[in-house]
């Protein structure tokens, strides 16, 4: 297997990203917290779902789950809902739950691994490429809109964490978008480039490049493949509360979720000489040229990631909407069912998607 790398300034700076990076030591999964209805993997005997393939513009094949009412009849026309998964994570983790909630309100659901992760085509894996997680959700309407039962004037998004941006990215571009809302959003570009409240300096930006730029000589001479960020795998009394926010969540019971042929060491942790590609990637602007297709900001009011969804409602047109979820961080708003505002999301979509 790959070796999963440390690098001390990469670790200084992601530690307010996403999880930081850690050492590989345990697995083992410790007092993971259920509160507030958290379940990632949800079922519901009202819905039916089917595995289903499309190519992306790459000829890549993405995979993802179609979700039904059980209900529906075939012979009319629905809206649907593309289900982006956070970043680093897979369409098990968060999307699903988003997907079946959303198709237990009527409409037809999908819910995709993006590129190079989970069931996916993609190598390397763990690769970052903004435009072809874009380009995934194009591809999805690709697919839904050549659906004899799907409305394709009505299709909208749900992003999470970092495929908010991407969805964002994606609506920019593709107007066939009608109606966008995002969930915990992470702009992957400035939380790269910046980190969290800007606590990044140039210099350490600088760092992190040439970090990069020279592990490129070792793989492409074939040596090993080196992975960054994403969740740590122990923590302990020191470790920040933001390492133990995404690990309660993928390293427990709770969310924990490994691919076929894929390994738990490598979940969440992107390579690192792809990771850099981030740096060139500015989601939010031109996002006031989606309008008039509206969008919806979710975030919780205690979550780290706050910043990045106010940023992207001061940017964008009408109409827009930015609802703050009491007492919820970040990772709450992936499967706390209690908490998720599955009635706006619905209101949102009802309104929208005629």
């Given at each position: 297997?790959?070796?999963?790398?440390?690098?001390?300034?990469?670790?200084?700076?992601?530690?307010?990203?996403?999880?930081?990076?850690?050492?590989?030591?345990?697995?083992?999964?410790?007092?993971?917290?259920?509160?507030?209805?958290?379940?990632?993997?949800?079922?519901?005997?009202?819905?039916?779902?089917?595995?289903?393939?499309?190519?992306?513009?790459y000829?890549?094949?993405?995979?993802?789950?179609?979700?039904?009412?059980?209900?529906?009849?075939?012979?009319?026309?629905?809206?649907?809902?593309?289900v982006?998964?956070?970043?680093?994570?897979?369409?098990?983790?968060?999307?699903?739950?988003?997907?079946?909630?959303?198709?237990?309100?009527?409409?037809?659901?999908?819910?995709?691994?993006?590129?190079?992760?989970?069931?996916?085509d993609?190598?390397?894996?763990?690769?970052?490429?903004?435009?072809?997680?874009?380009?995934?959700?194009s591809?999805?309407?690709?697919?839904?809109?050549?659906?004899?039962?799907?409305?394709?004037?009505?299709?909208?998004?749900?992003?999470?964490?970092?495929?908010?941006?991407?969805?964002?990215?994606?609506?920019?571009?593709?107007?066939?978008?009608?109606?966008?809302?995002?969930?915990?959003?992470?702009?992957?570009?400035?939380?790269?480039?910046?980190?969290?409240?800007?606590?990044?300096?140039?210099?350490?930006?600088?760092?992190?490049?040439?970090?990069?730029?020279?592990?490129?000589?070792?793989?492409?001479?074939?040596?090993?493949?080196?992975?960054?960020?994403?969740?740590?795998?122990?923590?302990?009394?020191?470790?920040?509360?933001?390492?133990?926010?995404?690990?309660?969540?993928?390293?427990?019971?709770?969310?924990?979720?490994?691919?076929?042929?894929?390994?738990?060491?490598?979940?969440?942790h992107p390579?690192?000489?792809?990771?850099?590609?981030?740096?060139?990637?500015?989601?939010?602007?031109?996002?006031?040229?989606?309008?008039?297709?509206?969008?919806?900001?979710?975030?919780?009011?205690?979550?780290?990631?706050?910043?990045?969804?106010?940023?992207?409602?001061?940017?964008?047109?009408?109409?827009k909407?930015?609802?703050i979820?009491?007492?919820?961080?970040?990772?709450?708003?992936?499967?706390?069912?209690?908490?998720?505002?599955?009635?706006?999301?619905?209101?949102?979509?009802?309104?929208?998607?005629?």
């Amino acid at each position: 297997m790959k070796k999963l790398m440390c690098f001390s300034r990469i670790r200084t700076v992601f530690i307010t990203l996403m999880g930081a990076c850690g050492l590989i030591l345990s697995t083992t999964a410790i007092g993971q917290d259920m509160s507030h209805g958290a379940d990632n993997f949800y079922q519901s005997d009202k819905v039916t779902i089917q595995k289903v393939t499309f190519k992306n513009q790459y000829n890549m094949n993405v995979v993802g789950n179609l979700v039904m009412p059980k209900d529906i009849n075939q012979s009319l026309q629905y809206p649907a809902i593309i289900v982006g998964h956070p970043m680093g994570a897979v369409k098990e983790q968060s999307a699903n739950l988003y997907a079946i909630k959303m198709a237990e309100q009527g409409f037809i659901t999908l819910s995709i691994d993006l590129s190079f992760w989970g069931e996916s085509d993609g190598q390397p894996r763990n690769s970052v490429s903004p435009d072809i997680y874009a380009e995934d959700f194009s591809a999805a309407v690709d697919f839904l809109g050549t659906r004899t039962f799907i409305d394709r004037d009505n299709i909208g998004v749900i992003g999470i964490c970092g495929s908010g941006s991407f969805a964002i990215s994606a609506a920019k571009i593709d107007p066939r978008l009608k109606a966008i809302v995002t969930v915990s959003m992470y702009d992957m570009g400035a939380a790269n480039r910046q980190a969290l409240n800007h606590s990044l300096t140039l210099e350490q930006r600088k760092e992190i490049i040439a970090d990069a730029a020279q592990q490129r000589y070792v793989e492409f001479t074939g040596g090993e493949i080196k992975y960054t960020s994403g969740t740590v795998h122990e923590i302990n009394g020191n470790s920040h509360p933001i390492e133990r926010e995404f690990y309660d969540f993928y390293r427990t019971p709770r969310g924990e979720f490994t691919p076929e042929g894929s390994s738990p060491l490598l979940t969440t942790h992107p390579t690192l000489t792809s990771n850099v590609k981030f740096m060139n990637f500015y989601p939010f602007n031109d996002i006031e040229t989606i309008s008039p297709r509206p969008m919806l900001f979710i975030t919780g009011e205690n979550a780290h990631s706050k910043e990045f969804s106010e940023d992207a409602y001061q940017r964008a047109a009408e109409p827009k909407e930015l609802y703050i979820v009491t007492n919820a961080g970040h990772v709450d708003l992936y499967d706390r069912v209690e908490l998720i505002p599955f009635n706006k999301i619905t209101e949102f979509f009802n309104q929208y998607l005629k």
